[in-house]
C-alpha cells in the first residue's frame, strides 16, 4: 500500500505437498486428487491456498470448476461467452451506432 512503515515480505510459492498439506490443515479436508489439482491451479501460493481452503459454500471441485472456467489464460481474451453488458447491440458496427442502439449510453 506504500505507506510510511510498511514491510514486504515476499512469500514464495509453496511445494505440491506443502500447498496441499496447508489446504487440508485450514479446510479439515482430507488429501485428494482434486485438492492437489486445486493448489496447483493456485500456483501454491499460500495466499490463495488460505483463502481457497477457507471457502465453505464451495467444494475444492466446485472451486477449481470455477478456476478452470474463468482463468483460462490459453483461450485468449476474445474467448467464450461475453456478460451482457459486453455484448454489441444487434447491427451495430461502430460506436456511435451502440449509442444510438442502447440509449441509456447517451447520458454519459
Not at 39 to 52: F, K, M, Q, T, W
Not at 94 to 105: G, K, Y
Amino acid at each position: 500500500m506504500r505507506v510510511q512503515g510498511e514491510v514486504e515480505f515476499e512469500v514464495p510459492p509453496l511445494d505440491g505437498a506443502e500447498a496441499v498439506a496447508l489446504f487440508c490443515a485450514r479446510s479439515g479436508l482430507a488429501p485428494s486428487s482434486e485438492i492437489m489439482r486445486l493448489c496447483a491451479r493456485l500456483d501454491a501460493l499460500p495466499l490463495a491456498v488460505e483463502l481457497a481452503a477457507r471457502t465453505k459454500a464451495l467444494t475444492p471441485a466446485q472451486i477449481l470448476s470455477r478456476l478452470v472456467r474463468r482463468l483460462d489464460m490459453h483461450a485468449g481474451p476474445f474467448a467464450g461467452p461475453k456478460p451482457e453488458s459486453m455484448m454489441v447491440p444487434p447491427g451495430a458496427r461502430r460506436s456511435d451506432q451502440v449509442i444510438d442502439a442502447a440509449p441509456e449510453l447517451s447520458q454519459y
